[in-house]
C-alpha cells in the first residue's frame, strides 16, 4: 500500500511513532493511502528546518532568484498535470472536467502570479523638514515574516494551498503546511516539484495529520511559528486564533460562509439560473463561497425555483474519470453525514423538498462512495438551522422577497459575510445594493469570477484580512520604516 510521508528539509520522511492512518477514495470507500500522522517531533523538526532556511539561502536570494525558482515550481506543476489531477480527484472524488479546468491551473498559476507581483511592488518613500533644516528621508522595505504555519482545508486542496504557498515564499517566508487529513496527496506531491526546481530544502515542508491534538495543534502552537494562515470553518479559526495569541503572531482567516444570492424581477433569467446552478452545486456545494440562501422577487420566484430544478436535475452524477459527469461526490462519508444530517433537518422544519433530499442510486461498483443528491427546498422560516448554518453541500433554500431593502436585511441577516451574487439587469440597482450588502466579495451577474491580483476575504464571522494580489502583502511581508537624518 501506499504509503504519504511528511516533507522535512528536503526529503521525505516517516512518523518516529509509526502512526499512519487511511487515505479514503469517496467515491467507492476503498483506502487508497497510508498517511503518516505526525507527532510533536515531526512538527517541531518541520520548523527547525523552516526556521534554517529562512537564514540560509533561501534568505539571502535576490528578488529575480527567488521569483525564477517559483515560476519553475508552476512550469513543475504543469508538466506534472495529470499526475496532480489524478491525485486531487482520488483524494476528493470531483469530476477531472472541473479540476483540470480549476484546481490544477490555479494551483500553478498561484506561483506565477504572485512571483511576478512580488518583482514589481513598489514601495514608499517621505521626505521631511527637520529642525535643524538638514532635513530627513523615510522609506519603507519589506521582509519575509518568517516562518509561516499553512493550515488547508480539503475542498480545493491544491488551490487554497498554494493560494498561500505562493505568496508566501515570493515573499521570501518559509512554511510547514498541514493539509487536510482527506486530501494530502497533492500537498505532498509538491515536495517532488519543489525539489526539481531547485527550491532549497527547508523552505517548503508539509506535515500530515488532524487538527486538534495532532499536527494542525501542533503546529499552531509551536512558538517558532511567525504567522499562520489558515483556511477552514469558523469554529476553527477561533481555536486557531487563540493559539496564536500566544505569543502574539498574525493570523490570516478564510472561514465559512452562508452566502446569498438575490434575483431581482429584472434580471437574465438565463443568466440567473446559469450562475445560480453552479454556485450551488459546482464541486458538490463545497465550495466557500457557494450560495445556500437564495432570495427571488416574488414576480418571478415559481418560474426561477421550476428552472433551478429543472437544472439540478440534469446534473450528471458520476465518478472523476467519467468525462459526462458535472457533480462528484461528497469529500468523505463523515462530510455525507453532516450533510444528510440537514437534508433530514430540512424534512423536520418542514421545508418543501423541490428536488433532492437523499442519496442517489448509483452502480454497484460506486455503491459504498459518499454520494447525495443535489437538492433544493422552498418554505423554511429564516431562523431554521437550515437556512442559517453553513452545511457545504450541494442544496440551496430559495424564499421569496417583495422590495429590494428587504432582500438586502435578509442578505445580511447572519453572522457570516463572505460573498454574495446579485443578478438584475438595472445597473444602478446592481451598484446600489452591492454596496449595502455585508460581504468580502460580492458579484454582480456572475459567481466565482475573480481576477487574482483583488481582494479576497471575509466580513465579520467569515474571516480576518484580505489576500490576493498587493494585499497579500500585508500578511506576508513586515513592513519596516528606515528614517535617515541627512
Ligand atoms: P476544518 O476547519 O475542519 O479544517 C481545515 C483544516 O484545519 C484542516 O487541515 C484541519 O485538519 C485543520 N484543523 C482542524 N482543527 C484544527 C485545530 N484545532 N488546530 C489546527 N488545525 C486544525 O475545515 P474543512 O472542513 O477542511 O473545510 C471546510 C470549511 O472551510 C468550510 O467551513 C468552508 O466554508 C471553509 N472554507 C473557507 C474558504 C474561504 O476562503 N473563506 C475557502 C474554502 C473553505
Redesign the pocket.
Known amino acids: 500500500m501506499k504509503e504519504i510521508k511528511h516533507f522535512i528539509n528536503g526529503e521525505y520522511v516517516g512518523s518516529a511513532s509509526g502512526k499512519l492512518f487511511d487515505n479514503v477514495n469517496p467515491v467507492n470507500g476503498q483506502v487508497i493511502a497510508k498517511i503518516h500522522e505526525a507527532g510533536e517531533a515531526e512538527v517541531d523538526a518541520a520548523v527547525k528546518a523552516a526556521r534554517a532556511a529562512l537564514k540560509g539561502p533561501w534568505g539571502k536570494m535576490t528578488v529575480a532568484e527567488r521569483t525564477e525558482i517559483l515560476h519553475r515550481v508552476a512550469d513543475g506543476i504543469t508538466a506534472r498535470f495529470d499526475e496532480f489531477l489524478e491525485a486531487e480527484c482520488l483524494d476528493t472524488g470531483k469530476p477531472k472536467s472541473l479540476a483540470s479546468h480549476i484546481d490544477i491551473p490555479r494551483g500553478a498559476a498561484n506561483f506565477k502570479v504572485f512571483a511576478d507581483l512580488v518583482k514589481n511592488v513598489p514601495t514608499e518613500a517621505f521626505e521631511m523638514a527637520t529642525p535643524d533644516g538638514t532635513g530627513a528621508l523615510n522609506y519603507g522595505v519589506r521582509r519575509p515574516k518568517g516562518v509561516i504555519g499553512v ?6 486542496p491544491l488551490l ?1 494551498m498554494t493560494w498561500k504557498v505562493g505568496p508566501a515564499l515570493a515573499c521570501g517566508n518559509t512554511v510547514v503546511v ?5 486530501t494530502p496527496t497533492t500537498t505532498a506531491l509538491l515536495g517532488e516539484v519543489m525539489n526539481a526546481a531547485g527550491v532549497p530544502a527547508g523552505v517548503y515542508n508539509v506535515v500530515h495529520g ?3 491534538n495532532s499536527a ?2 501542533f ?2 502552537a509551536h512558538p517558532d511559528v511567525d504567522a499562520i494562515t ?7 479559526g477561533e ?2 486564533m487563540r ?1 496564536a495569541a500566544k505569543g502574539v503572531r498574525q493570523v490570516s482567516l ?4 452562508k452566502n446569498a444570492g438575490i434575483v431581482f424581477a429584472d434580471c437574465d433569467m438565463d443568466k440567473a439560473i446559469e450562475g445560480t446552478l453552479r454556485s450551488a452545486f459546482a464541486n458538490c456545494g463545497q ?2 463561497l457557494g450560495t445556500e440562501r437564495v432570495y427571488v422577487e416574488r414576480p418571478i420566484f415559481d418560474e426561477f425555483v421550476a428552472r433551478l430544478k429543472a437544472g439540478a436535475e440534469a446534473l450528471k452524477i458520476g465518478e472523476p474519470n467519467d468525462p459526462s459527469a458535472n457533480f462528484g461526490s461528497l469529500v468523505s462519508h463523515k462530510h455525507r453525514e453532516k450533510v444528510l444530517s440537514y437534508y433530514q433537518k430540512a424534512k423536520d422544519e418542514g421545508a418543501t423538498v423541490v428536488t433532492g433530499g437523499g442519496v442517489p442510486d448509483m452502480p454497484a461498483h460506486l455503491a459504498g462512495g459518499a454520494w447525495v443528491q443535489p437538492t433544493i427546498w422552498t418554505g423554511l422560516p429564516d431562523d431554521s438551522a437550515v437556512v442559517t448554518e ?1 452545511i ?1 453541500g450541494p442544496c440551496c433554500h430559495i424564499r421569496p422577497f417583495d422590495t429590494e431593502e428587504e432582500a438586502i436585511e435578509l442578505a445580511n441577516s447572519l453572522p457570516y459575510g ?1 460573498a454574495s451574487a446579485i443578478w438584475t439587469e438595472n445597473s444602478s440597482r446592481a451598484h446600489r445594493v452591492a454596496g449595502q450588502i455585508e460581504a468580502g466579495i460580492v458579484w454582480v451577474n456572475s459567481w466565482f469570477l475573480r481576477d487574482l491580483r483583488t481582494a ?1 476575504g ?1 466580513s465579520k464571522q ?2 480576518i484580512g484580505r489576500e490576493g494580489g498587493v494585499h497579500s502583502l500585508e500578511f506576508y511581508t513586515e513592513l519596516k520604516n528606515i528614517c535617515v537624518k541627512l
Open positions: 493550515i488547508s482545508p480539503w475542498n480545493l487554497l498541514k493539509p487536510s487529513e482527506e488532524f487538527g486538534g494542525g495543534a503546529l499552531t489558515f483556511t477552514g470553518e469558523t469554529g476553527t481555536t486557531i493559539a478564510e472561514l465559512g460562509g465550495v466557500c453553513e457545504f463572505l479576497f471575509g467569515s474571516g
